[in-house]
């Protein structure tokens, strides 16, 4: 770290200092995302699923076409893709998904306080709608991935370092075979 940050006037140690320090600290904005909006989707996803009968009815009256195969995916989908979320596994599939979910509520369950807010017609502005704001979030994630501290990033380090191992053994393998000492 000394390497990194050494050289140029005080202000430029500085900055690079605080560059260094903050790189460092770069796994914390997609963990503590995955965390809060993964905890929100499994609980919702829950409770869904404990009133299924009352998201039946609301998805119903909400003009969304089978509604009871509907609010069953949906349920679902919140309550394994919360946790998936929080493991920070298969997080752009499960955040994409999660997604669309927020799409279709912005579209229908909250759609006239999302166009207020967009028009700045109503009380509310558009951080006030939860769905945009855990849609934004989402769409993050789809972008940015799930970031070092989860189980995504831990198995492609595991699958790198697998293709790794067996490209070397490859190699060496490759190798022994033109080798004198293989043909003697």
């Known amino acids: 770290m000394e390497a990194a940050i050494a050289g140029g006037t005080q202000v ?17 904005p997609p963990l503590l995302t995955r965390l809060v909006i993964g905890q929100a989707f499994f609980l919702t996803g829950r409770g869904k699923l404990a009133n299924f009968d009352s998201t039946v009815q609301f998805f119903a009256g909400l003009g969304i076409p089978l509604p009871e195969l509907n ?9 394994y893709g919360g ?17 669309s979910t927020m799409v279709v509520a912005l579209a ?14 109503g ?21 940015q991935g799930p970031g070092a501290a ?19 053994a490859a190699d060496l393998g490759a190798a022994s075979v033109g080798s004198p000492a293989a043909s003697a």
């Open 108 to 121: 229908t369950a909250d759609k006239e306080s999302f166009l207020a807010a967009l028009t700045m017609s």
């Open 150 to 168: 989860s189980l995504d990033a831990l198995a492609a380090r595991w699958w790198r370092s697998k293709a790794t191992r067996q490209g070397t």
């Open 123 to 143: 009380e509310q502005g558009l951080t006030d709608i939860t769905p945009l704001v855990y849609l934004l979030f989402l769409v993050w994630l789809v972008v």
């Open 71 to 79: 609010a069953a995916f949906v349920s679902r989908l919140e309550l």
């Open 83 to 99: 946790a998936l979320l929080i493991l920070g596994l298969a997080t752009r599939l499960v955040a994409a998904g999660l997604a």
């Open 12 to 28: 430029e140690r500085l900055v690079r200092l605080v560059g260094v320090l903050l790189g460092g600290l770069a796994f914390l």
